[in-house]
């Protein structure tokens, strides 16, 4: 009774493995170069965006501040409007049924 219960090297499929690895090695490359062309995208794009551009990147951003500054005030605004048109306090709506 000569059957042993340890694995050894000799039980791995080393073609599946070799294939495994090719595999994987070959997908890292793919991946590599996938980012490679999406980055070169999107830098040519950004040059193009600030081609366009008026504004130095410092003056744009602080428009854009101010532009959000100002919506949030609206925003802030409008909520505030709303409330004090549509909701009546507990104390009067119970004040006005008595």
């Known amino acids: 009774m000569d059957r042993r219960t340890d694995w050894s090297l000799q039980d791995v499929n080393r073609s599946a493995v070799l294939a495994a690895a090719l595999l994987i090695g070959i997908g890292g490359l793919l991946g590599l170069i ?4 999406g980055g070169a995208a999107l830098i040519t794009a950004c040059r193009r965006w600030y081609r366009r551009v008026d ?6 951003a602080r428009l854009k501040w101010e532009q959000a500054r100002a919506a949030a005030g609206a925003g ?3 909520w505030q409007e ?5 909701y ?3 104390r009067e709506r119970t004040s006005e049924a008595g």
């Open 76 to 78: 802030a605004g409008a």
């Open 88 to 90: 009546t306090p507990r």
């Open 34 to 37: 996938g980012l490679s062309v």
């Open 55 to 60: 504004l130095p990147p410092h003056e744009l």
């Open 82 to 86: 709303t409330e004090e048109k549509v």
